[in-house]
């Protein structure tokens, strides 16, 4: 059975920095793509940033330069460093693990698009909070 548990998330204030953790059992992630997802109160989700099994790692524009997504494998935590909050930041964020590594692409907006067949990663934490305040 995996399982994903989100930890790090909080209320800062804008131009602060947090750093997310999702612990993972039930399987290594080195196998896995993982992603960091976030949505906020009516919006759609969106996918802010992601490794693939080979460690190559996407970010939604939105948060390059600001945001660091890195893994420990021996831990089996993925991690979300984020620097530089901005209030749009504020929303409730998700770590998600992928098996079928295959599937592409790694992050959108909305519902999963075409090229993924309509599918959405195949394991979900239950998310952790950050607010940012101006």
């Known amino acids: 059975q995996v399982q994903l548990v989100e930890s790090g998330g909080g209320s800062v204030q804008a131009g602060g920095s947090l750093r997310l953790s999702c612990a993972a059992s039930g399987y290594t992630y080195r196998s896995y793509c993982m992603g960091w997802f976030r949505q906020a109160p009516g919006k759609e989700r969106e996918g802010v940033a992601a490794i693939d099994s080979d460690g190559i790692i996407t970010y939604a524009d939105s948060v390059k330069g600001r945001f660091t997504i890195s893994k420990d494998s021996a831990k089996n935590t993925l991690y979300l460093q984020m620097n530089s909050l901005k209030p749009e930041d504020t929303a409730m964020y998700y770590c998600?693990?992928?098996?079928?590594?295959?599937?592409?692409?790694?992050?959108?907006?909305?519902?999963?698009?075409?090229?993924?067949?309509?599918?959405?990663?195949?394991?979900w934490g239950q998310g952790t909070q950050v607010t940012v305040s101006s």
């Open positions: 998600a693990a992928d098996s079928r590594t295959y599937l592409r692409p790694l992050l959108w907006v909305g519902p999963p698009p075409p090229t993924r067949g309509g599918l959405t990663y195949n394991y």
